[in-house]
């Protein structure tokens, strides 16, 4: 599996970004030529991370989220979000459903709902130090 194209980019932890970074990467992956379902859950999962990472990640302090999209030779899109954030202390519990730090105000699904768009959804983290969330999907186009 060969990197047949790139984008790294990094944006502020401020809401606005979240729009930003689920177009700047939808675009970038329509020379796959997806399909409107798979555009639509590629967008839907980075969406909730970076919402991720600008809610929980960053709680109450402004930091930077990096993110780097590829695309192989095999139309597979990796895309990976990291946060220098507070880490996630227990990530097989953050990944139930319904479970949140955020209060009543969220509804915890963010995890769900990147594993139900995605092919494979993988975090690491650490405490003190951020969290890195890694999605993967193979996008078959509107020509399977």
């Known amino acids: 599996m060969k990197t047949v194209n790139e984008l790294k980019m990094t944006v502020d932890s401020k809401s606005v970004n979240e729009g930003f970074s689920r177009v700047a990467i939808g675009a970038f992956i329509a020379c796959l030529d997806p399909d409107i379902e798979e555009l639509n859950d590629v967008k839907t999962a980075v969406s909730e991370a970076v919402t991720n990472a600008i809610v929980h990640g960053y709680r109450e302090k402004a930091g930077k989220i990096y993110i780097t999209v590829s695309i192989s030779d ?33 509804a915890g699904l963010g995890f769900a709902v990147m594993e139900s768009f995605m092919d494979s959804v993988r975090v690491t983290s650490q405490l003190g130090r951020g969290t890195t969330v890694t999605l993967k999907k193979r996008i078959w186009g509107k020509n399977s």
Do not use: H, Q, W, Y
């Open 74 to 106: 095999n139309n597979i899109v990796r895309i990976r979000i990291r946060d220098k954030g507070v880490g996630i202390e227990d990530i097989p519990k953050a990944m139930e459903p319904l479970f949140t730090t955020a209060g009543s105000e969220r």
